[in-house]
């Protein structure tokens, strides 16, 4: 059973390596209006969630993501949300997330491709400091947490 999961890990890993989304470069306004910009040269770790307001699962993970921005702020880790919500006002999007640390994007104030938007949510993925996809955590394969991000980013903060 254990080199089942194993298996699976490595094939869900090899994945991931074989067809990163084509975020980076990411440029984006926030639901604030100011702009934004993460690139694979400005050599910082990128977190990206996508959610919306209705995901109640996608509202559960933004205190942890919130908690992880603060801590690793001043080591170069970006986090920003992309809001899924069709048509929703940035008021509302910002209503939603009180307490957020970290810039809110609507999905149609980004760059983002359709290709590289998720088809179910919670999806997060963090990107090294050359601006390759990482880590990819998508619906259903449970919520992600803070001792998760504890592990994978001081590594990724390591490396040039």
């Known amino acids: 059973m254990r080199r089942g999961i194993v298996l699976l890990a490595a094939a869900w890993l090899g994945l ?8 980076l ?9 100011t702009p934004l910009r993460f690139a694979a040269d400005r050599h910082e770790v990128v977190v990206i969630h ?3 307001t209705w995901c ?3 509202r559960a993970e933004m205190p942890i993501l919130a908690a ?7 080591d170069g880790v970006k986090v920003v949300a992309i809001s ?8 509302k999007i910002a209503a939603a997330s009180t307490g957020v640390n970290f810039p809110l994007v609507r999905l149609s104030d ?11 949510i919670p999806e997060t993925l963090v990107y090294g400091r050359d601006g390759r996809l990482r880590y990819r955590f998508q619906a259903g394969g449970g919520a992600v947490d803070a001792a998760m991000f ?4 001081p590594p990724l903060l390591e490396e040039h």
């Open 16 to 23: 991931v390596a074989a067809s990163p989304p084509h975020l």
């Open 25 to 33: 470069p990411l440029s984006a306004t926030s639901v604030s209006g």
């Open 50 to 52: 996508f959610w919306a």
């Open 56 to 58: 109640a699962p996608c």
């Open 68 to 74: 992880i921005s603060q801590k690793y702020a001043r």
């Open 84 to 91: 899924l919500d069709a048509g929703a006002s940035r008021e």
């Open 110 to 120: 980004s760059n983002v491709s359709p290709r590289d938007v998720p088809t179910a």
């Open 150 to 153: 504890d592990r994978i980013i």
